[in-house]
């Protein structure tokens, strides 16, 4: 069954705390994995895609990288800006669309000044 | 300026009522969605149109149906609310399914309240 599951559930650092959230996923022909961000009383905005094993992409303190089993969101020097949920989802082939998208639960970061 | 727009952004509702959430999207996009979000924040798609045309119909009671009068509004009705309806529902919009860079954009949300 395709599944997404991400790692930790929460997350707490401190203020410039470098660290790394896990999203692994079982899904039969991957054709891409997103990364949202989601605010509270928000809906998840779209940070990244990634494609291919070997790929990654940036964007501000955010660092997203792929395997073929499971991809990381690498945040360096957080600042408490940056506290939200982050979701990894992969989209599962449906007639021929495909962005069902499969969502993981999310990693609830908490960064404190 | 906004790109997707849901309304209304809260609903409180009595058990059996009918309601409906309008959704707007001003992206030019082809495809359109709801998901709902659970207590526990997973997200799971319900509908998916495309071009006003029904694509993706999940496992999802017939009390909830979903119309595309264009390819800019999907909107949701609900009939004989329970109270297992409670949950935050998204609407979503996104270029032709199978394209490559074809993120979905979601609105922000109704949070719906059944009592």
């Known amino acids: 069954e395709d599944q997404v599951t991400q790692s930790p559930e929460a997350l707490r650092l401190q203020e410039g705390e470098s660290s790394s959230l896990n999203c692994s996923y079982t899904?039969?022909?991957?054709?891409?994995l997103f990364w949202y961000r989601q605010d509270p009383g928000k809906g998840p905005e779209f940070l990244f895609t990634?494609?291919?094993a070997g790929e990654e992409k940036e964007k501000e303190r955010l660092k997203a990288t792929l395997t073929k089993k499971e991809s990381f969101l690498h945040i360096t020097a957080p600042k408490p800006e940056d506290s939200a949920t982050y979701l990894c989802a992969v989209p599962k082939g449906y007639g021929g669309a495909t962005n069902k998208l499969i969502f993981g639960t999310g990693t609830l970061l908490a960064v404190q000044p | 300026d906004t790109a997707v727009s849901q309304t209304p952004k809260y609903l409180v509702t009595q058990m059996g009522n009918d309601k409906s959430i309008k959704c707007e999207q001003n992206?030019?996009?082809?495809?359109m969605y709801w998901y709902k979000q659970d207590s526990k924040k997973f997200l799971k798609i319900m509908f998916s149109y495309n071009n006003k045309e029904l694509i993706i119909n999940e496992t999802v009671p017939n009390r909830f149906s979903p119309k595309s009068p264009d390819k800019a509004h999907l909107n949701l009705h609900i009939n004989s609310l329970e109270l297992g309806d409670s949950a935050v529902y998204f609407c979503a919009s996104s270029h032709q399914p199978g394209q490559r860079n074809s993120p979905l954009h979601f609105g922000n949300g109704t949070r719906l309240t059944v009592t």
């Open positions: 990634l494609y291919s």
């Open positions: 992206l030019g996009h082809d495809t």
């Open positions: 899904v039969s022909g991957l054709r891409g």
